[in-house]
């Protein structure tokens, strides 16, 4: 048994007695065994941005970027997350995970129930449930991440700093309950049904439609085996999704299809993504669509530095555009070196183009122009991020 200074203490006063300590090692409170296995992550990341050339109003509308991120040193977001994860050998398992986001990009988030942004947003908050049936089915209630993207909400994550046009056409959170099985090792899915396409927590699709109108849906993974060879461990995975999504005041079915491929070169692996959304029902603007296509690099130079590669086109005939332009090419090299522990230090050159022929970029366009709000065709954005990761 171990005591430190201020027990001694309490022992030569009187106040408590060696069997009452010894009493209290060998029966934890409840409260301690319950936060035994609960475990505290998240991270800080920060960045600094140079928006090559003048003229700053009008910039490539991937998700969350924007002017305010332009020329300066920026606070990203601060994560915090709080987990009981499920036991794997548990049959009736629980656990809960809640994820809080504190800086701008909790407000680009915008999951505040109360519509109203004030630099704080909770990612998740679910309860999480394991049913001994089959391989075990497991269950999330409450606020959850999207089942659908090639990228994910934590920039830290992401093998680019900056988002993806498919990524900023995704939904961002749903609030519902979603199932998920395991068949074999290389097949699983998942199915769901959540109040709206999202994000705002506990929001419904009425008004416009019928208060019980849901979003559903469904997604696959497939793994590949360790008899592939050097293929082993790539995946391809798709889902469906169809709902309300009150950002663009309509009902939206959206559509992913994606893979990661390790290749035989052991430090080269490659990724491609498609993602489609489909709007019907917009007030006064009728149906519209838009997509994405990227491919994805990762090269690993030594044993510290890797180099990300992402290649785009997107498309888009709704209004607003969500891309700014009708028709968008971008390409974004990252190069990534670990000389910290826990630090993920980055440098990103990002390039956007307005395939359709406008000037979506820039300053504002001069009086009378037709051609586009800006006066730029091209984007040219470098960027450095640091972010650490506890």
Not at 356 to 380: F, H, I, M, T, V
Request: with cysteine; hydrophobic share 35%.
């Amino acid at each position: 048994m171990k005591c430190n200074a201020w027990t001694y203490a309490l022992l030569g006063a009187g106040v408590i007695s060696l069997p009452s300590i010894t009493s209290a090692e060998e029966k934890p409170s409840s409260l301690l065994t319950s936060l035994s296995s609960t475990t505290i992550s998240g991270y800080v990341d920060t960045s600094a941005q140079w928006n090559i050339g003048t003229g700053n109003a009008f910039v490539p509308t991937y998700s969350y970027g924007g002017s305010s991120k332009a020329d300066g040193f920026n606070l990203n977001a601060v994560k915090l997350s709080i987990e009981k994860p499920i036991e794997a050998s548990d049959h009736w398992a629980a656990g809960y995970k809640v994820d809080t986001m504190f800086g701008p990009d909790a407000n680009t988030l915008a999951t505040q129930s109360t519509g109203t942004a004030a630099d704080f947003a909770l990612r998740q908050a679910y309860v999480a449930l394991r049913a001994p049936i089959g391989n075990g089915l497991d269950f999330k209630m409450g606020v959850w991440d999207p089942i659908m993207g090639y990228e994910v909400t934590d920039a830290p994550s992401n093998p680019n700093f900056t988002r993806s046009y498919g990524y900023t056409i995704e939904p961002v959170s749903h609030t519902g309950l979603l199932a998920s099985y395991a068949f074999t090792p290389a097949i699983s899915a998942s199915a769901g049904v959540a109040n709206t396409y999202g994000p705002m927590i506990n929001q419904r699709a009425n008004p416009p439609l019928a208060e019980s109108y849901k979003t559903y849906m469904g997604a696959f993974t497939l793994t590949a085996p360790e008899s592939w060879g050097s293929l082993a461990g790539s995946t391809l995975s798709g889902s469906v999704m169809n709902g309300f999504n009150s950002g663009v005041a309509g009902n939206q079915t959206s559509y992913y299809i994606g893979a990661s491929v390790n290749t035989p070169i052991k430090e080269l692996k490659v990724g491609a993504a498609y993602d489609y959304q489909g709007i019907s029902q917009q007030p006064l603007r009728g149906s519209g669509y838009a997509n994405a296509t990227a491919l994805y690099a990762a090269l690993k130079l030594s044993e510290k530095a890797t180099f990300f590669a992402r290649g785009e086109y997107a498309s888009s005939d709704l209004t607003p555009n969500p891309f700014g332009a009708r028709k968008v090419v971008a390409v974004t090299g990252t190069l990534q070196y670990d000389l910290w522990a826990n630090v993920l230090t980055r440098l990103e050159f990002r390039w956007d183009h307005a395939a359709d022929g406008s000037n979506a970029y820039g300053s504002p366009a001069s009086e009378g122009s037709s051609n586009g709000p800006g006066d730029k065709k091209n984007s040219y954005i470098l960027m450095a991020n640091i972010a650490y990761k506890f």
